[in-house]
Protein backbone atom coordinates (compact mmCIF):
# COMPACT_ATOMS: atom_id res chain seq x y z
CA UNK A 1 0.00 0.00 0.00
CA UNK A 2 1.01 3.30 -0.61
CA UNK A 3 1.83 5.04 2.73
CA UNK A 4 4.15 7.71 4.56
CA UNK A 5 6.73 5.98 6.48
CA UNK A 6 8.48 7.05 9.18
CA UNK A 7 11.79 5.90 11.15
CA UNK A 8 12.69 5.34 14.36
CA UNK A 9 8.86 5.02 15.74
CA UNK A 10 10.72 5.84 19.07
CA UNK A 11 13.82 7.71 19.59
CA UNK A 12 15.77 8.34 23.05
CA UNK A 13 18.74 10.80 22.83
CA UNK A 14 20.76 12.73 25.18
CA UNK A 15 21.30 16.57 25.52
CA UNK A 16 22.83 17.68 22.74
CA UNK A 17 23.27 14.80 21.20
CA UNK A 18 22.13 14.73 16.98
CA UNK A 19 19.79 13.40 16.12
CA UNK A 20 17.89 12.49 12.67
CA UNK A 21 14.59 11.61 11.93
CA UNK A 22 13.40 9.82 8.99
CA UNK A 23 10.29 10.38 6.66
CA UNK A 24 9.81 8.10 3.17
CA UNK A 25 6.53 8.08 0.87
CA UNK A 26 5.72 6.06 -1.84
CA UNK A 27 3.28 8.25 -2.88
CA UNK A 28 5.02 9.97 -5.01
CA UNK A 29 3.76 13.25 -3.86
CA UNK A 30 5.67 17.06 -4.65
CA UNK A 31 5.30 18.00 -0.77
CA UNK A 32 6.93 17.19 2.62
CA UNK A 33 6.06 18.76 5.25
CA UNK A 34 7.67 18.39 9.14
CA UNK A 35 5.50 19.09 12.15
CA UNK A 36 6.18 18.76 15.83
CA UNK A 37 3.35 18.15 18.42
CA UNK A 38 4.32 18.54 22.03
CA UNK A 39 1.87 16.58 24.60
CA UNK A 40 -2.61 17.71 24.16
CA UNK A 41 -1.19 20.53 21.95
CA UNK A 42 -2.34 21.19 17.92
CA UNK A 43 0.77 19.73 15.49
CA UNK A 44 3.02 23.31 14.90
CA UNK A 45 4.59 23.42 11.07
CA UNK A 46 8.27 23.23 10.96
CA UNK A 47 9.43 23.72 7.28
CA UNK A 48 8.18 21.61 4.05
CA UNK A 49 9.97 20.92 0.80
CA UNK A 50 7.24 21.95 -2.64
CA UNK A 51 9.97 19.51 -4.47
CA UNK A 52 13.35 20.61 -4.26
CA UNK A 53 12.22 23.93 -2.31
CA UNK A 54 12.79 24.06 1.37
CA UNK A 55 10.29 26.87 3.42
CA UNK A 56 10.87 27.02 6.47
CA UNK A 57 8.42 28.79 9.04
CA UNK A 58 9.78 31.96 10.67
CA UNK A 59 9.78 30.50 14.05
CA UNK A 60 11.32 27.24 13.55
CA UNK A 61 14.25 27.42 15.45
CA UNK A 62 17.87 27.27 13.87
CA UNK A 63 18.47 23.95 15.52
CA UNK A 64 16.18 22.23 13.50
CA UNK A 65 17.14 21.48 10.05
CA UNK A 66 15.96 19.46 7.00
CA UNK A 67 17.13 17.72 4.06
CA UNK A 68 15.58 16.17 0.83
CA UNK A 69 17.47 13.96 -0.88
CA UNK A 70 14.75 12.83 -3.77
CA UNK A 71 11.06 12.82 -3.86
CA UNK A 72 10.61 9.90 -1.45
CA UNK A 73 13.11 10.87 1.26
CA UNK A 74 12.78 13.72 4.02
CA UNK A 75 15.09 13.98 6.71
CA UNK A 76 14.81 15.99 10.22
CA UNK A 77 17.91 17.01 11.21
CA UNK A 78 18.12 18.15 15.03
CA UNK A 79 21.65 19.67 16.03
CA UNK A 80 21.63 20.05 19.56
CA UNK A 81 18.17 18.62 20.69
CA UNK A 82 17.37 20.19 24.45
CA UNK A 83 14.30 19.24 26.77
CA UNK A 84 12.06 21.32 25.32
CA UNK A 85 12.56 19.32 21.90
CA UNK A 86 10.82 16.08 23.26
CA UNK A 87 7.92 15.69 21.17
CA UNK A 88 5.92 13.89 18.71
CA UNK A 89 7.56 14.36 15.03
CA UNK A 90 4.71 14.21 12.12
CA UNK A 91 5.50 13.80 8.46
CA UNK A 92 3.04 14.66 6.32
CA UNK A 93 2.64 14.51 2.23
CA UNK A 94 0.34 16.17 0.35
CA UNK A 95 0.10 16.02 -3.88
CA UNK A 96 0.31 19.70 -4.54
CA UNK A 97 0.47 22.95 -2.07
CA UNK A 98 -3.46 24.01 -2.21
CA UNK A 99 -5.84 24.78 0.80
CA UNK A 100 -7.91 21.37 -1.10
CA UNK A 101 -4.95 19.05 -0.62
CA UNK A 102 -5.47 16.30 1.80
CA UNK A 103 -2.07 15.70 3.72
CA UNK A 104 -1.17 12.37 4.12
CA UNK A 105 0.25 11.80 8.26
CA UNK A 106 3.21 8.98 8.85
CA UNK A 107 2.63 7.47 12.32
CA UNK A 108 4.98 9.63 13.89
CA UNK A 109 8.32 9.68 15.69
CA UNK A 110 8.64 10.13 19.59
CA UNK A 111 11.11 11.67 20.53
CA UNK A 112 12.80 11.80 24.16
CA UNK A 113 15.31 14.15 25.26
CA UNK A 114 17.71 12.59 28.44
CA UNK B 1 -4.08 33.16 9.94
CA UNK B 2 -7.32 31.62 10.15
CA UNK B 3 -9.07 31.02 13.97
CA UNK B 4 -10.68 27.51 14.20
CA UNK B 5 -12.43 26.90 17.24
CA UNK B 6 -13.60 23.51 18.11
CA UNK B 7 -16.43 22.10 20.60
CA UNK B 8 -16.74 20.36 22.55
CA UNK B 9 -13.34 19.75 24.29
CA UNK B 10 -14.16 16.70 25.95
CA UNK B 11 -16.93 14.45 24.67
CA UNK B 12 -17.73 10.90 26.25
CA UNK B 13 -20.14 8.77 24.87
CA UNK B 14 -21.78 5.27 25.31
CA UNK B 15 -21.67 2.68 22.55
CA UNK B 16 -24.19 3.27 19.78
CA UNK B 17 -24.96 6.96 20.72
CA UNK B 18 -24.84 9.67 18.20
CA UNK B 19 -22.45 12.06 18.09
CA UNK B 20 -21.25 15.41 17.21
CA UNK B 21 -18.80 17.01 17.09
CA UNK B 22 -18.17 21.27 15.83
CA UNK B 23 -15.97 23.67 14.35
CA UNK B 24 -16.15 27.22 13.46
CA UNK B 25 -13.37 29.23 11.35
CA UNK B 26 -12.99 32.77 11.03
CA UNK B 27 -11.10 33.37 7.73
CA UNK B 28 -13.47 32.40 4.46
CA UNK B 29 -12.31 29.04 2.78
CA UNK B 30 -12.12 26.68 -0.11
CA UNK B 31 -11.76 24.12 1.56
CA UNK B 32 -12.08 22.06 5.46
CA UNK B 33 -10.47 19.32 6.69
CA UNK B 34 -11.36 16.52 9.12
CA UNK B 35 -8.75 14.51 10.83
CA UNK B 36 -8.18 11.22 13.66
CA UNK B 37 -5.67 10.96 15.79
CA UNK B 38 -5.59 8.01 18.39
CA UNK B 39 -3.93 8.44 21.90
CA UNK B 40 0.22 8.24 20.99
CA UNK B 41 -0.36 7.67 17.14
CA UNK B 42 -0.44 9.41 13.88
CA UNK B 43 -3.16 11.44 12.12
CA UNK B 44 -5.26 9.94 9.44
CA UNK B 45 -7.21 12.69 6.97
CA UNK B 46 -10.77 11.77 7.24
CA UNK B 47 -12.04 14.01 4.99
CA UNK B 48 -11.49 17.15 2.94
CA UNK B 49 -14.67 19.50 2.59
CA UNK B 50 -15.46 22.64 -0.16
CA UNK B 51 -18.91 21.91 0.44
CA UNK B 52 -21.99 20.44 1.97
CA UNK B 53 -21.80 16.99 2.91
CA UNK B 54 -19.58 14.01 2.89
CA UNK B 55 -20.35 10.44 4.24
CA UNK B 56 -17.70 7.30 4.85
CA UNK B 57 -19.48 4.59 6.69
CA UNK B 58 -20.46 5.55 10.09
CA UNK B 59 -19.15 9.28 9.44
CA UNK B 60 -20.64 12.24 7.86
CA UNK B 61 -19.08 16.12 7.56
CA UNK B 62 -21.10 18.61 6.99
CA UNK B 63 -19.77 22.18 6.27
CA UNK B 64 -21.63 25.61 6.09
CA UNK B 65 -19.42 27.99 4.13
CA UNK B 66 -21.59 31.40 4.72
CA UNK B 67 -21.68 30.46 8.53
CA UNK B 68 -18.41 29.31 8.69
CA UNK B 69 -19.19 26.31 10.37
CA UNK B 70 -18.66 22.22 9.95
CA UNK B 71 -19.52 19.71 12.11
CA UNK B 72 -18.51 16.09 12.12
CA UNK B 73 -21.36 13.00 13.08
CA UNK B 74 -20.50 9.70 13.94
CA UNK B 75 -23.39 7.38 13.67
CA UNK B 76 -24.07 4.11 16.13
CA UNK B 77 -20.45 5.35 17.75
CA UNK B 78 -17.98 2.43 18.55
CA UNK B 79 -15.14 1.93 21.16
CA UNK B 80 -12.90 1.79 18.28
CA UNK B 81 -14.18 5.90 17.86
CA UNK B 82 -12.01 6.76 20.68
CA UNK B 83 -9.55 9.32 19.50
CA UNK B 84 -8.94 13.15 18.76
CA UNK B 85 -11.16 14.79 16.32
CA UNK B 86 -9.23 17.92 14.95
CA UNK B 87 -10.58 20.37 12.45
CA UNK B 88 -7.81 22.47 10.16
CA UNK B 89 -8.68 25.06 8.19
CA UNK B 90 -6.57 26.40 5.74
CA UNK B 91 -4.86 30.33 5.98
CA UNK B 92 -5.92 32.62 3.56
CA UNK B 93 -3.81 34.46 0.86
CA UNK B 94 -0.08 33.13 0.13
CA UNK B 95 0.01 30.70 2.82
CA UNK B 96 -3.15 29.01 2.04
CA UNK B 97 -1.52 25.33 1.76
CA UNK B 98 -0.87 26.03 5.61
CA UNK B 99 -3.36 24.49 7.96
CA UNK B 100 -4.34 25.93 11.58
CA UNK B 101 -5.48 23.31 13.45
CA UNK B 102 -8.27 23.29 16.12
CA UNK B 103 -7.14 21.91 19.73
CA UNK B 104 -9.10 18.73 19.19
CA UNK B 105 -12.09 16.96 20.97
CA UNK B 106 -11.30 13.85 22.59
CA UNK B 107 -13.86 11.56 22.41
CA UNK B 108 -13.98 8.36 24.53
CA UNK B 109 -16.88 5.73 23.65
CA UNK B 110 -17.69 3.45 26.46
CA UNK B 111 -18.44 0.05 26.21
Known amino acids: DAMVIQNPRYQVTQFGKPVTLSCSQT?????MYWYQQKSSQAPKLLFH???????NEADTPDNFQSRRPNTSFCFLDIRSPGLGDAAMYLC?????????????FGPGTRLTVL | KNEVEQSPQNLTAQEGEFITINCSYS?????LHWLQQHPGGGIVSLFM???GKKKHGRLIATINIQEKHSSLHITASHPRDSAVYIC?????????????FGKGTLLTVNP
Open chain 1, 92 to 104: ATSKDRGPADTQY
Open chain 1, 27 to 31: LNHNV
Open chain 1, 49 to 55: YYDKDFN
Open chain 2, 27 to 31: VGISA
Open chain 2, 49 to 51: LSS
Open chain 2, 88 to 100: AAPNSGGSNYKLT
